[in-house]
């Protein structure tokens, strides 16, 4: 699987759009870009994957630049509950593990 | 979809005891994932299930690791003589095959505390 490269922190300000960064410059064609985000003592939190396009969904959108050698994942509006460590995760479409590195901690402040 | 879901949340053990955990995957998944976390650090994978089948174990699972799917349904992780190192949050996940890149959805783990 690709490696991935991200801040280890991000500070934003509620209700604005929270903006995350991942590079993943060595992602082979068939391998999808996944998120997820953990919040203490909680199991990861399945966000949103793409593969070549945009993707939205009802948590965030996933902006996929053409060559596909980065990401950014956008939360529109932050709140305090989306205080995580938010990580950026390639893999193989019928590959069987997840390989997290050390995520993106975001904290949202008021 | 009620989600993935593990028992206990948290188990206090002595150095040395038999430990066991269940978990219960989304309902129409196939798949299902045991992972380990320490503190501070991400998640890292200890085996993989396809219906009853494990079909990929890391090298992180000692002999005194064992996982079944007996049924295809729920699984059980099984750790015996616990050591001080065993200290960690064990995470199940499942998935679907249905389609390609189908993601894993987590439970919220079961965190194990040795003595």
């Known amino acids: 699987d690709a490696k991935t490269t991200q801040p280890p922190s991000m500070d934003c300000a509620e209700g604005r759009a929270a903006n995350l960064p991942c590079n993943h410059s060595t992602i082979s064609g068939n391998e999808y870009v996944y998120w997820y985000r953990q919040i203490h003592s909680q199991g990861p939190q399945y966000i949103i994957h793409g593969l070549?396009?945009?993707?939205?969904?009802?948590?965030?959108?996933?902006?996929?630049?053409?060559?596909?050698?980065?990401?950014?994942?956008?939360?529109?509006?932050?709140?305090?509950?989306?205080?995580?460590?938010?990580?950026?995760?390639?893999?193989?479409?019928?590959?069987?593990?997840?390989?997290?590195?050390?995520?993106?901690?975001?904290?949202?402040?008021? | 979809d009620t989600g993935v879901s593990q028992d206990p949340r948290h188990k206090i053990t002595k150095r040395g005891q038999n430990v066991t955990f269940r978990c219960d995957p989304i309902s129409e998944h196939n798949r299902l994932y045991w992972y380990r976390q320490t503190l501070g650090q991400g998640p890292e994978f200890l085996t993989y299930f396809q219906n009853e089948a494990q079909l990929e174990k890391s090298r992180l699972l000692s002999d005194r690791f064992s996982a079944e799917r007996p049924k295809g349904s729920f699984s059980t992780l099984e750790i015996q003589r616990t050591e001080q190192g065993d200290s960690a949050m064990y995470l199940c996940a499942s998935s679907s095959n249905r389609e390609d890149g189908q993601p894993q959805h987590f439970g919220d783990g079961t965190r194990l505390s040795i003595l």
């Not at chain 1, 945009?54 to 990401?71: G, P, Q």
């Not at chain 1, 305090?80 to 975001?106: E, P």
Request: glycine share 6%.
């Open chain 1, 52 to 110: 070549k396009n945009n993707e939205t969904n009802e948590m965030a959108s996933l902006i996929i630049t053409e060559d596909r050698k980065s990401s950014t994942l956008i939360l529109p509006h932050a709140t305090l509950r989306d205080t995580a460590v938010y990580y950026c995760i390639v893999r193989g479409g019928y590959d069987y593990k997840l390989s997290f590195g050390a995520g993106t901690t975001v904290t949202v402040r008021a």
